[in-house]
């Protein structure tokens, strides 16, 4: 048993919680031995800050919360010195892939409109839709997954987005689109579709 001042953790459940964090550390960061070091870091301060825990939550949210402000902390380090307003040529394909999409007077062309979803939430709930979601996220070019991922994982606003990674709010608005046009595409092909595959 990992015990620590305010929870029990059986090695079973440590185990799990730690492959899921891991799974969503790499995600977030796109390096495997960074994402390792602020798994670590994040499971050394819940057992060492156990006493915070109040049983207010389910004890693996807790530790993601601890987990996410790891990760947060961890790509303001990243964003100092790298500079995500250059346009990458796999995000300039996505540009050109999504011109194609609609005719001239900016309506969707026939075999691009959206299909119907059915219904999100089942879908929402489906662990499988979870692995082809991460795949399709994985796909984009990372400079529009990450930006995505500040913005509607980690609940970066908009202004802190930007100045994080020293970019407009017109240029972050133009990665958004791209990166929830790609994992729409993605998504519509490989899970919402018949004969789902992943990406």
Do not use: P
């Given at each position: 048993m990992s015990a620590a001042e305010g929870f029990v953790?059986?090695?079973?459940?440590?185990?799990?919680?730690?492959?899921?964090?891991?799974?969503?550390?790499?995600?977030?960061?796109?390096?495997?031995?960074?994402?390792?070091?602020?798994?670590?870091?994040?499971?050394?301060?819940a057992l060492k800050n156990g006493r915070q825990f109040a049983g207010r939550s389910a004890l693996k949210t807790w530790i993601f919360a601890i987990l996410k402000n790891k990760i947060v902390d961890q790509i303001r380090e990243k964003c100092r010195t790298t500079n995500v307003s250059a346009i990458s040529p796999e995000e300039a394909n996505m540009d050109e892939a999504f011109e194609r999409l609609f005719k001239e007077n900016a309506h969707w062309t026939p075999e691009a409109r959206p299909r119907d979803w059915g219904n999100p939430e089942e879908s929402l709930r489906e662990k499988r839709f979870w692995i082809v979601f991460d795949a399709c996220l994985k796909h984009l070019p990372e400079n529009t997954a990450r930006v995505f991922m500040m913005r509607e994982f980690l609940e970066f606003?908009?202004?802190?987005?930007?100045?994080?990674?020293?970019?407009t709010a017109s240029n972050c608005h133009v990665i958004l689109h791209?990166?929830?046009?790609?994992?729409?595409?993605?998504?519509?092909?490989?899970?919402?579709?018949?004969?789902?595959?992943?990406c």
């Open positions: 953790v059986d090695d079973e459940m440590l185990a799990g919680v730690r492959r899921d964090m891991l799974k969503f550390a790499s995600l977030q960061l796109r390096d495997e031995t960074l994402a390792e070091d602020v798994v670590q870091d994040a499971l050394v301060a606003d908009t202004n802190e987005v930007c100045q994080e990674l020293s970019i791209r990166a929830r046009n790609g994992l729409r595409r993605c998504l519509e092909k490989n899970w919402f579709m018949e004969g789902v595959q992943t």
